[in-house]
């Protein structure tokens, strides 16, 4: 079995009540049960957020070499945006 450790934490009164909602229903066997699930999505969600920075970062990187230097004429291009996007509507 791995090292486990004892952590005491607190909770607002309403996320205590959904937890203990959740055990009562059945969704899970015990409160820490409940806690390390929600404690595994947290792990999870933190490692695709630095992956979606690391795909950002490639992304710009490979724009940065491969793309248009200089200024830009952002009403002239939302202009173009928009009139490409009636063309696409329309047929």
Same mark, same amino acid.
């Given at each position: 079995?791995?090292?486990?450790?004892?952590?005491?934490?607190?909770?607002?009164?309403?996320?205590?009540?959904?937890?203990?909602?959740?055990v @009562? $229903?059945?969704?899970? &066997?015990? %409160?820490?049960?409940?806690?390390?699930?929600?404690?595994?999505?947290?792990? /999870?969600? *933190?490692?695709?957020?630095?992956?979606?920075?690391?795909?950002?970062?490639?992304?710009?990187?490979?724009? @940065? $070499?491969?793309?248009? &230097?200089? %200024?830009?004429?952002?009403?002239?291009?939302l202009?173009?945006?928009?009139? /490409?996007? *009636?063309?696409?509507?329309?047929?």
């Open positions: 079995m791995a090292d486990i450790e004892r952590m005491t934490i607190v909770f607002p009164e309403q996320m205590a009540a959904e937890i203990r909602a959740t @009562k $229903a059945g969704e899970y &066997a015990s %409160t820490s049960e409940a806690v390390r699930d929600g404690v595994r999505l947290w792990r /999870e969600r *933190r490692q695709m957020r630095g992956l979606d920075r690391d795909a950002l970062r490639r992304a710009w990187d490979e724009g @940065k $070499a491969n793309g248009f &230097a200089g %200024t830009h004429d952002m009403r002239k291009l202009a173009e945006t928009k009139a /490409e996007a *009636r063309r696409r509507k329309r047929g």
